[in-house]
């Protein structure tokens, strides 16, 4: 059996030839902090090397062009037509593009062209990829800069408003600001960020394992949307109580204790995951720094109870694919990443029972449910680049 890693499963670049510069943008794991990216709290994610890659090249149709490698429709628009979503792929460049001309820049007509090889659906922010992929084309075809804080914010408003998913600004800023075989702890509230080694003695010894369960989700609409209601009406009865919180991240259990005969049960319980997992993230940061992995993967397993338990956004397969892994020899812990209500579990495992663990999981859950899961034992990678056909530059320089 072969096992395959992120860095093999490389699609080839089928803009290559056509066009002189491309801009790629890693996918994403999130190690701990699931739910918290939109209340203001921390997180601490992990580029992988999955990438989406845009090819930009000018228009001489006059015309905005969007294709893709992976969907057979296609996009094509006038400068200046107004636009809306339209439930494809395309609408996460579209976004991106009206939010810089939102901005006041001043886009010629282009061709973009997007490849590469993220999984689509599993919880590894495809979506933040193509988005920051976009952006970094499009400011380079505009001959425009910008500070990564800002392509970071810019992207995630083209999910929030023009997509209409809500998600948090997590996925697009780790994708802009990852540093090779480091985490990052990001505070969402006020955008400060740490990276943190994971090359550490011990930690070194260990490998990220992600498996996708191959049930997808879409988090535009749906559950989703849902608990994110749910939170966001617990966050205003907390906002009531204590007026000095502007959101999730600054609160207590204890706090929140104060408010439960205010709030639903949903929103209480949605509420106390959030909490506990900003607590459980300053944890892991402590645990990194440590070198203790046993702690890390403690702290991982107990976030996937409360997401299952308090956040309720796991399902029958993903917890399946948890409980079997804990089972495993060498696996420090494991839980749910992503949106979920499907996608990945990441894995923290002693590197020597890298393979049996895979062979192991992957097999139970075929038994189990008849579903092929994918496995990718994955490297922290670095963020975003721009390359052309004779250099790589980094767009934070």
């Excluded at 089928?14 to 994403?28: L, N, V």
């Excluded at 090249?57 to 429709?73: I, V």
């Excluded at 996925?171 to 550490?200: C, G, M």
């Excluded at 608990?227 to 959101?247: K, M, N, Y």
């Amino acid at each position: 059996m072969k096992i395959e890693t992120a860095a093999e499963s490389l699609y080839p670049l089928a803009a290559e030839c056509a066009f002189d510069q491309q801009y790629i943008a890693p996918g994403r794991v999130n190690l701990i902090g699931e739910h918290t990216d939109y209340t203001g709290g921390l997180v601490l994610p992990m580029a992988i090397p999955f990438q989406s890659t845009a090819s930009i090249a000018p228009n001489r149709q006059s015309a905005y062009e969007f294709r893709s490698d992976h969907f057979s429709t296609q996009r094509r628009l006038h400068p200046n037509e107004e636009v809306n979503a339209i439930g494809d792929w395309s609408d996460y460049c579209v976004g991106v593009l009206q939010q810089l001309r939102n901005r006041g820049i001043e886009i010629a007509p282009f061709r973009l062209h997007i490849g590469g090889n993220v999984p689509i659906g599993a919880g590894l922010s495809s979506s933040a990829s193509i988005e920051v992929s976009t952006m970094m084309a499009l400011l380079a075809h505009a001959k425009a800069t910008m500070a990564v804080e800002e392509m970071a914010i810019l992207c995630r408003r083209a999910e929030n408003e023009f997509v209409g998913s809500p998600c948090g600004i997590m996925d697009q800023f780790v994708i802009l600001a990852a540093h090779a075989a480091h985490a990052l702890l990001l505070h969402t509230n006020s955008l400060r960020y740490e990276h943190l080694s994971l090359q550490r003695k011990h930690l070194s010894e260990t490998r990220i394992i992600v498996v996708n369960s191959m049930v997808k989700h879409s988090i535009a609409a749906g559950n989703y949307g849902v608990r994110r209601r749910e939170v966001e009406s617990g966050q205003r009865i907390l906002r009531d109580h204590f007026p000095e919180f502007a959101d999730l991240g600054h609160a207590s259990l204890s706090e929140l204790e104060a408010c439960r005969a205010s709030m639903s049960p949903e929103s209480y319980r949605r509420c106390r995951h959030i909490i506990s997992e900003n607590d459980r993230v300053r944890d892991a940061r402590a645990a990194i720094l440590a070198d203790d992995p046993e702690l890390l993967g403690d702290l991982m397993t107990r976030s996937h109870l409360s997401q299952r338990d308090d956040f309720a956004c796991s399902c029958v397969e993903i917890d399946f694919l948890v409980d079997c892994a804990l089972k495993q020899p060498g696996c420090f812990g494991a839980r749910l990443t992503g949106g979920g209500f499907g996608g990945c579990t990441v894995n923290v495992v002693a590197a020597e029972h890298a393979e049996s663990f895979v062979a192991s999981v992957t097999r139970g859950y075929k038994e189990t449910f008849k579903i092929d899961a994918a496995s990718y034992i994955c490297e922290a990678a670095a963020g975003a680049v721009a390359r052309n056909s004779s250099s790589v530059s980094d767009p934070h320089a």
